[in-house]
């Protein structure tokens, strides 16, 4: 018996170890680790609720939440990008909290109002072009400008975009193609665009680092992590294109059946207030913060120097309209490019 | 039996009677439960009295039990008694769990009953009617009568079955699913299991891609057959040559299996990436162009072999150790030369070696998720495949069902290949009988071919690593290499004040990690060794299908048995998420593997009449195991122990979705700071995580120490 008393005796220094658990707010936080540290340390202070907080992507969560469903070992959800909110909230994985958003900016309040209350609006990303400018220089290429440059032939092989079946951010790009030029004419420049692109990275975020590191030349994605890279010292160009560009709204939501739904409004309440909006230039946060008051760095993006569309949420964060819009990327896009291994 | 049933029976009943029944607020062991045990924690007879009337159902087996051991009958009947006991208490209970859930019941059952997680006494309970069970069944003359094997057994196939079959079914059973939630059919199984994009060979004609299924098998078999063969010129310059920097080159072999994911692709990207290090040189020097070839096959397998030549190594070199000097003297006596008796003795005693080490490394890769992930391209793996059928843009959590069982046909194929190359032969080498133990030194080609492999793969593990060190000091590793310790201080700082707080960011999750990881691997390598144990010395019905079943978690993609253990362990009757437990025992099922197969390596070179000879002299099969097998497992404890206390430290994929805001793991935060593009950070925790790590498998290295097999280790003089 001597494999059971170890077996026994481990499981009883494990249930030891997972025993000492207070009752505190869990939240998971898909915002960048400093931010989430930061905002759990600063909600503590000035709560005196104890928080324990752990960093997830938006479609781990997504897929966490839904497999807890009934049970939930999370009270609230902050940060990320807002679709896996929406879904969320159509899904009744998320709960409203009744939090009020008067004072919060127009479209925090439209994805509000659009989720029936489960997801508030806390920051918007802009979508971005970003070029490394010691590639482009060495192989005397034009600095691209627009999003109709990146289909131009002699960017072959040079371009990096993300693949939207597993990207929120491509799929972003994808919905604002078309909103902008229209479905046929969107995925026409899609194909054409694929011609140059070099891989199709799973990660949304993968294109910008790649091309901070000169591994590829051009790429496609949020505005806040290429002013991030471009502040480590990367020699990075940011583009904002010309025909206008589209953003996500990044959210908070509260998860249904929480035991701790008190708390999870407070945290809802406190994120949206300008005065813990404001802390997150500590840390370097370049996203544009919901609340009109909450102080920006100079150098993050700004929303009225950028031509921007009008994104429409419920149209394009509709499950219908997704699996439609990426079955004709698979099959007019995808067999296009991401295939050059040079 | 009598007295193993008996005292079985007592545990059982006080479990059932006096500790609490249900989890408790607080956990079993801060004993908090003590006082509210009239309240929330009563025991399952106390619920029974009151609310819970279902609970009486486990007494009824421990009645029966009692019935069969107080009623003085022949001893079969006793035991057949003890059988049904045991039995029918632990369907009863399990019954009643599956069946009374939190939220209600299945099946209409008990209107308004519900119930929480089972805990300690539900454990202890079910614990004793188990091992009621298999002492009957040994009662009843199975497994020689030997309470202790039929109890080993019994506990083993209960564990697997808990944590191995039952999550794995929630996840499985997708892959019948229909679309559009239609409920489940077999109907749209076998076109999207071989559906074409899965199984394109289009790369392998010509022009366009290959599907994620024989890209897979394709990798899997380069990284197998290169592995194993990179382990065996390891293994073979340790023990087959006097090469003098021996220990240094044993720090190298085993230092990328501790390495965080992420980190070695991260340096083969600065080093081999198109603005590379390496590409630069041969750009400036050559003037070759510089490409992307690092992105795809080549560049996954690089990684795959880097990361997977230690497991190869830890499994050979037990077994190219213990090939007896005997045979291969007996072979240079009937004047073969050296390259006869390695080609014709001592490489076919080698088999179980090699058969292991290739079924790892095949394994290993098809599961591998980090690699891909990063190096990949466009080059797509099952593995990457399933992740995003479960995170990407659109759920699809029936197509990586779908994949997986794709992954486990495989694994399966693998698995039955290596069976039949190893046959029905005997590999039995360390016998007892007293021999020279001077083994045979290598032929000189075959030396300088170790060499010329293993040597430049050292020297490469050493830059390698070198650049990991050097980054974690530097800026902005390849842009700014201004020397700094910022990326420390921010990670692990410390203040003095009142006492030492540790202040930095990464503290907490480096505690969280190690203890999950020091409790995690001990309990590996032992259900992995009692694995290997039954497998090898002992016969029983449904042997191949339980070492099979064995390997399940090892196949499946991390992510998969991630959700899986959420979907399984989130509700009643087990309740185990957003506990540091289910870290941990998600660790011993995913590694025990690796346990197994280094022990059965290793155990089929031990000669039965070991075992046999203390048997003859008394001793049980417990005390045979621990005095005779154990002290000649060494080199196999030392590697499940190893590779277990790595893995879980290192293991990314399977934890993402299990750890929670109390129970953070070190992976997960460096992923989190690789995401967000501050490598500094990331490769800091990584550098300090592999010296942590180092530590320790040099201390467990000391503590276990080498088996001494002969009196004297030496090798031919060349």
Known sequence: ?342 | MRRTAGLWLLIGLAGYALLPWYMVAGGFWSFGWISSLGSDARPALLWAMEARGWLWLPLLGFAIAAAALALRRDHLTTARGLVLGGGLGLALMAAQGLVILGNGTRFGLLDGASQPGMGGGAFVTATALLFLLTTGISGMGRGRGDAFITGLIGAIIALVGIFVFYPMSFILIRAFELRGGAGLGVSEFLPRFFAPEIWSAACLTGRGTCGAALNSLLLALATATGTTLMGLAFALIFTRTNFRAKKLLRVLTILPIITPPFVIGLVLILLFGRAGTITEFFSDTFGWEKTRWLYGFYGVWLAQMLSFTPIAFLVLIGVVEGVSPSMEEASQTLDADRWQTFRFISLPLMRPGLANAFLLGFIESLADFGNPLVLGGNFNVLSTEIYFAIVGTVADPANAAILSLILLVMTLGAFLAQRKWLGRKNYATVTGKADSGRNAALNDGLRWTCYAVALPWAAFTLVLYLLIVFGSFVKLWGYDHTLTFEHYTRAFGIVYRNGIHFTGAAWNSYFTTLTIAAIAAPLTAAVGLATAYLLVRQKFAGKEAFEFSTMLSFAIPGTVIGVAYVMAFNFPPIELTATGLILIIVFVFRNMPVGVRGGIAAMSQLDKSLDEASITLGANSATTLRRVILPLMGPAILAALTYSFVRAITSVSAVIFLVSARYNMATSFIVGRVENGEFGIAIAYATVLIVTMLVAILALQLIIGRRKLRRADRIEAH
Request: charged residues 20%.
């Open chain 1, 1 to 342: 018996m001597k494999t059971t008393l170890i077996s026994a005796l481990a499981l009883a220094a494990a249930m030891a170890a997972s025993g000492a658990s207070a009752q505190s707010l869990n939240v998971v936080c898909s915002n960048e680790q400093a931010w989430c540290d930061l905002m759990a340390q600063n909600f503590k202070i000035d709560t005196g609720i104890d928080v324990a907080m752990v960093r997830k992507s938006t479609g781990e969560v997504l897929a966490q939440i839904r497999a807890e469903a009934g049970n939930p070992k999370i009270d609230v959800w902050w940060g990320g990008t807002g679709d896996p909110h929406l879904i969320a909230a159509n899904e009744n994985l998320t709960v409203a909290s009744g939090v009020d958003v008067s004072e919060q900016l127009g479209w925090s309040q439209n994805m509000t109002e659009m989720s029936g209350g489960k997801a508030v609006g806390v920051h918007v990303g802009l979508l971005g072009i970003l070029y490394n400018t010691e590639v482009l220089a060495e192989k005397g290429l034009p600095a691209p400008a627009c999003w109709k440059d990146l289909a131009k032939p002699e960017y072959k092989g040079e371009v990096t975009v993300s693949n939207p079946q597993s990207s929120g951010t491509a799929y972003t790009q994808l919905a604002t193609l078309v909103q902008l030029f229209g479905e046929d004419e969107a995925f026409k420049m899609l194909a054409d665009i694929g011609q140059n692109v070099n891989q199709n990275t799973k990660s949304g975020s993968a294109p910008s680092k790649m091309a901070a590191r000169a591994e590829t030349t051009i790429a496609v994605g949020f505005m806040h992590d290429m002013v991030n890279l471009k502040k480590q010292g990367f020699p990075v160009e940011i583009v904002s294109p010309c025909e206008g560009t589209g953003y996500e709204v990044g959210a908070v939501s509260v998860i249904a059946n929480t035991p701790n739904l008190e708390a999870a409004t407070k945290w809802v309440e406190y994120v949206i207030s300008a005065e813990a909006q404001s802390r997150g230039l500590e840390v370097g946060v370049f996203n544009i913060p919901s609340h009109p008051a909450a102080e920006t760095d100079p150098e993050a993006p700004d929303m009225a120097a950028v031509k921007l569309i009008d994104y429409d949420f419920a149209t394009y964060g509709a499950s219908e309209t997704r699996e439609r819009l990426l079955a004709r990327w698979e099959a007019e896009v995808k067999s296009k490019g991401g295939n050059f291994e040079q």
